[in-house]
């Protein structure tokens, strides 16, 4: 039970600092090759594997949930992200307000770090004419 209780305070730890290393690690040109990795990850578990197991499949979400549920922690929501915010505020927030907050972000971020990748690879140059 203590080696559970562990593997869910470090999946809490590995998953918020993923989250964070999404929405922050394209600011800097020596994390840019791991973030885009990282955003082709999480697009192959919200699309490809969203086709089996529903649009967003999270892998990761679903090992963890798995630990809370042998920790009994029950009425766990279908995101991570929701179950952060909730803890955090102690609010109940509204669980597809906060799936189109995080597609709204992960689009974002997929565009931000696509063009970084062909502005690097292919040494183009953007402009202002260019959008």
């Given at each position: ?23 922050l ?37 679903d ?31 509204n ?7 995080t ?21 183009v ?7």
């Amino acid at each position: 039970m203590l080696w559970l209780q562990f593997l869910d305070v470090f999946l809490t730890i590995i998953h918020g600092s993923l989250i964070l290393f999404f929405i922050l690690g394209w600011i800097s040109k020596k994390t840019r090759k791991v973030h885009f990795i990282l955003v082709c990850i999480i697009a192959i578990s919200w699309f490809v594997l969203g086709l089996f197991y529903g649009f967003g499949y999270c892998f990761l979400t679903d090992i963890h949930w798995r630990v809370k549920m042998s920790l009994q922690e029950e009425n766990l929501p279908i995101s991570f992200i929701k179950y952060i915010f909730d803890k955090m505020t102690g609010y109940d927030f509204n669980e597809l307000l906060i799936d189109y907050i995080t597609l709204a972000v992960f689009i974002c971020i997929l565009m931000i770090s696509i063009l970084l990748y062909i502005k690097e690879k292919f040494n183009v140059r953007f402009d202002k004419k260019t959008f």
